[in-house]
């Protein structure tokens, strides 16, 4: 997957959590999740975007950490929302395991550049 197909990604998955969230109950927790899923989902996207923008390969290892933290976030709150029973599980796995795949899509993209600068420092030598 290219830089071009993973933003496109990260873009319809914030979508579909925009889509999520506006469902969820009216409730105090269905709100305190809300608010808490919407900027996690949103902030995958716009962080990865932000580290495809990166000024060196250690600002975009950083910057994909970031990326990381928000797509586990995003599983937290979405188990919240099957466990606790705010909505019926079938309409939130599969964007559970997006955010799973995406968490994995981006590790794997943080050791293969991580891997990249070791290759780079070692052929220096």
């Given amino acids: 997957m290219n830089e ?5 990604r990260t873009k319809k998955f914030a ?4 889509k999520l969230v506006d ?11 809300a608010n808490q899923l919407v900027r996690s989902g949103t902030s995958v996207g716009a962080n990865y975007r932000a580290a495809c923008r990166g000024r060196s390969k250690a600002e ?16 937290y ?3 919240l929302i099957i466990d606790g ?4 599980k079938n309409k939130v796995e599969s964007l559970h395991q997006e955010a799973h795949e995406l968490a994995a899509i ?5 050791r293969t550049a991580k891997s990249s600068i070791t290759n780079q420092k070692s052929k220096m030598k």
């Fill in 4 to 8: 071009q197909e993973l933003k496109e």
């Fill in 15 to 18: 979508l579909r959590v925009m």
């Fill in 23 to 33: 469902v969820l109950p009216k409730t105090i927790s269905g709100r305190a999740i």
């Fill in 60 to 75: 975009f290892i950083a910057k994909l950490g970031i990326v990381i933290e928000e797509a586990d976030e995003c599983e």
């Fill in 77 to 79: 709150w979405l188990e």
């Fill in 85 to 88: 029973e705010l909505l019926p």
């Fill in 106 to 110: 981006f590790v794997a993209s943080v």
